[in-house]
């Protein structure tokens, strides 16, 4: 599986876009990008993914780039329920119950 | 429909005990996993099943052993406990079509 990159951490302000970023700079073709949240002791929460195409759905938006060795997950209007550690996995589509979750990035949402 | 249930919340047990971890979903999904977590690192896959009497080893199986014989069912059995099995544990299951995977609340067990 592709390795990914994100940033340690991040602030955003309440209402404003969250733009969180991931290299996965030797993603191959069929492996999927994947975005899971993990609020506060919980377990962690499906978000959104994505092949080549930017995907949205109700939660937030994955733009992927053209050579698809980036990608940028957008939380529209981040509120502070959004405080959390937020995953990028990368995985071939068939095997996504094998996910493998990093570090990932701790987005802190303040009013 | 309940999703992904775990029991017990919390357990406390001492180096050389044996327990069970319970995970059950409701949800008919075939994909069922294991993971734990450690304090401030990622999940790490222990075991997971790709459906009933198919189970196989995840990133760090030793010391844990799995078995499926129902969908809905798919338990965690710890042999002889030790302090470095202290962790959070979650159990996920896998929808195909949509590729979500569902996780329960957890366990949160200490091993003294």
């Known amino acids: 599986d592709a390795k990914t990159t994100q940033p340690t951490s991040m602030d955003c302000a309440e209402g404003r876009a969250a733009n969180l970023p991931c290299n996965h700079s030797t993603i191959s073709g069929n492996e999927y990008v994947y975005w899971y949240r993990q609020i506060h002791s919980q377990g962690p929460q499906y978000i959104i993914h994505g092949l080549k195409n930017n995907e949205t759905n109700e939660m937030a938006s994955l733009i992927i780039t053209e050579d698809r060795k980036s990608s940028t997950l957008i939380l529209p209007h981040a509120t502070l329920r959004d405080t959390a550690v937020y995953y990028c996995i990368v995985r071939v589509g068939s095997n996504d119950y094998k996910l493998s979750f990093g570090a990932g990035t701790t987005v802190t949402v303040r009013a | 429909n309940a999703g992904v249930t775990q029991t017990p919340k919390f357990q406390v047990l001492k180096t050389g005990q044996s327990m069970t971890l319970q995970c059950a979903q409701d949800?008919?999904?075939?994909?069922m996993s294991w993971y734990r977590q450690d304090p401030g690192m990622g999940l790490r896959l222990i075991h997971y099943s790709v459906g009933a009497g198919i189970t196989d080893q995840g990133e760090v199986p030793n010391g844990y052993n799995v078995s499926r014989s129902t969908t809905e069912d798919f338990p965690l059995r710890l042999l002889s406990a030790a302090p470095s099995q202290t962790s959070v544990y979650f159990c996920?299951?896998?929808?195909?079509?949509?590729?979500?995977?569902?996780f329960g609340p957890g366990t949160r067990l200490t091993v003294t």
């Open positions: 949800m008919n999904h075939e994909y």
């Open positions: 996920a299951s896998t929808n195909p079509s949509t590729y979500e995977q569902y």
